[in-house]
């Protein structure tokens, strides 16, 4: 029996087992591999939410912070021009709601921080304040 050299001699047991192992080793470490990568860059993406959502919350603190000291001023102010003067001209239903909007914003904005900072900012926060505010606008004009 002649043998071909052009054909080399295979071994089914040996050979294809081995080439195989190899292949699923390497496949196996590459989906290892990616899955690191992945998991890394899940955790980069959420330390980065985190610092995200905390400087909005320090800049929502010091915006709302800024806003009630404005109306602090603007109240004093009012107070100032109400009662400083002998006389004054204005209706009184104006002089009445010149002073409470200040003292209203500045309530409603430190009961909101307060809100943030010792229960934390839920997603029904927000509908239940819309709620609160459209409950309030209707009982102000007697419908």
């Known amino acids: 029996m002649a043998t ?11 050979e294809l087992s081995d080439f195989l192992n ?3 080793d390497y496949r196996f470490q590459k989906a290892q591999y990616d899955n690191l990568l ?3 860059a899940l955790a980069k993406e959420q330390k980065r939410e985190i610092g995200q959502r905390i400087w909005i919350r320090w800049l929502a603190v010091l915006l ?3 806003v009630i000291g404005a109306m602090f001023c603007a109240f004093y102010h009012i107070l100032h021009q109400i009662f400083g003067f002998r006389y004054t001209f204005m209706q009184t239903g104006a002089m009445i709601a010149l002073v409470v909007a200040p003292v209203v914003s500045i309530s409603g904005i430190t009961i909101a921080l307060l809100f943030g900072v010792f229960r934390g900012y ?5 509908a239940a304040a819309s709620a609160a505010v459209a409950a309030s606008v209707t009982a102000a004009k007697g419908s």
Not at 4 to 14: A, H, K, L, Q, V
């Open 38 to 40: 992945a998991e890394t």
């Open 22 to 24: 190899d292949g699923w």
């Open 4 to 14: 071909d050299d052009r054909i080399p001699d295979y071994d089914p047991d040996t």
């Open 64 to 66: 709302s912070t800024a």
């Open 122 to 126: 839920k997603d029904a926060d927000a």
